[in-house]
């Protein structure tokens, strides 16, 4: 059975990506990113309806224009006055954004909590309003505090590939990879790619949004200096597993993505949310989503289904 939200519960938003990207980001120290990524809580204003209490970590650009002109007036938007990179700490350190969901939950003293990330943060806010303010948070997309581990591990490329690999009997699904270590040995499983005429991408085990990727193309023709100092000198490769990936072009750059809801086991089966078209900058950076019902009407679509559930 597909879920549904309660529409007698007030739903609070929780647009926390820093807090689930720090780890990654901050191997560049770079706090220009830092700034950049803290405005986006803006996407956090479509999510699932109008009426909501949204929390981001610091103002949006343009808010009342984006209200009024996409029928959302009821979204009560709050940032916290000194933001660090963790927003669930810092709505649990902050008696003034408790108080405010308090009285977002009423008299039923209930609510509905939706995180851009299900995090251990985000887990120790859920457990103070449980525990010391006895608020009953219902976590309609969050995964069970014990099966947090099972998203963690997906989501890295690694994780992705070893269950993909086992659920998936078709080899062509999955191009062509090699799990490193460090990044020494990603420059010699990148070269060994190289010489057997195979364009490859150089992506950190975990992370997202293309950040930090590296591309190796054939007709380049690089040296093997060349390319042990690209990788070398790229802070997000450090610190952690390195995938060396082969490179599949386009001709459409078509890079369709499915999103999906997976109940808890023994309640029925997962259901496609929405199907969308990703798009990426020419260094690999994600720039966002187009959404589309006619994307469904490609001959591709019955395949990305199948593998996708």
Known sequence: M??????????????????FFYTFLNRAGNEVIFQERRHKGDFGLFWISDKKLLFVSAPINDLD????????????VVYPNEP????????????NLIQLILD???????????????????????????????ITVILPESPNRENLWVRDYIGTKSGFRNLTSYWLSESSV?????????DLQATDMAQWLLARGKSCVVKADIGGSGIG?????????????????????????RGGLVVAEQL????RSLSPSLEM????????????????QQLFDESGRFCGVLISKDLSKHPWYPVLTAAGT
Not at 3 to 10: G, S, T
Not at 65 to 76: D, K, M, N, V, Y
Not at 214 to 237: A, C, G, H, M, Y
């Open 2 to 19: 597909y879920f549904e939200y309660k529409k007698n519960i007030p739903i609070v938003a929780v647009y926390n990506y820093l807090e």
């Open 65 to 76: 224009f984006i209200r009024s002109h996409a029928g959302l007036e009821q979204t009560t």
């Open 84 to 95: 660090s990179y963790f927003l669930s700490l810092d709505i649990l350190h902050n008696p």
């Open 104 to 134: 977002y939950a009423g008299e039923k003293k209930a609510i509905q909590l939706i995180p851009y990330a299900t995090t251990r943060e985000f887990y120790l806010l859920v457990t103070e309003l449980e525990t010391k303010y006895g």
């Open 174 to 182: 999955l191009p062509f990879g090699i799990v490193a270590h460090d």
């Open 213 to 237: 990727n590296v591309f190796f193309r054939v007709d380049e023709l690089l040296t093997p200096n060349q390319i042990s100092e690209k990788i070398k000198n790229n802070k997000f490769l």
């Open 248 to 251: 599949i072009t386009s001709s």
């Open 261 to 276: 809801y997976i109940p808890p086991a023994q309640n029925g089966l997962p259901v496609i949310t929405y199907l969308s």
